[in-house]
Nanobody, 121 residues
Framework: QVQLVESGGGLVQPGGSLRLSCAAS????????MGWYRQAPGKQRELVAS???????IYVDSVKGRFTISRDNAKNTVNLQMNSLKPEDTAVYYC???????????????WGQGTQVTVSS
């Protein structure tokens, strides 16, 4: 089994910053793409940013220039630095990882439990 544990959410004023972190642990052989998704009330979950094991990144247009995703392959962690936050960034943010497990060597998508980010004055 693989666990993803997120931290770093909270309440911040517009224009402020937050840093989300996610650590993967458990039956891990290799992690391919890691990413952050978010889901606002009444909306579908959407990809915010992703990063491959080689460091290639993808961002949704609405966060380009404001958010930065990074990862530490040795520690199986992924971070999301969020700057210039806007009220429309308010959502539950979920960590995601494409993991090849030790026991079966199959690849499976895993999700964290979610962390609330609220941008409000």
């Amino acid at each position: 089994q693989v666990q993803l544990v997120e931290s770093g959410g909270g309440l911040v004023q517009p224009g402020g910053s937050l840093r989300l972190s996610c650590a993967a642990s458990g039956n891990i052989f290799s992690i391919y793409t890691m990413g952050w998704y978010r889901q606002a009330p009444g909306k579908q979950r959407e990809l915010v940013a992703s990063i491959t094991s080689g460091g290639e990144t993808i961002y949704v247009d609405s966060v380009k220039g404001r958010f930065t995703i990074s990862r530490d392959n040795a520690k199986n962690t992924v971070n999301l630095q969020m700057n210039s936050l806007k009220p429309e960034d308010t959502a539950v943010y979920y960590c995601n990882a494409d993991v090849q497990t030790l026991k079966t060597l199959t690849r499976t998508q895993y999700w964290g439990q979610g962390t609330q980010v609220t941008v409000s004055s």
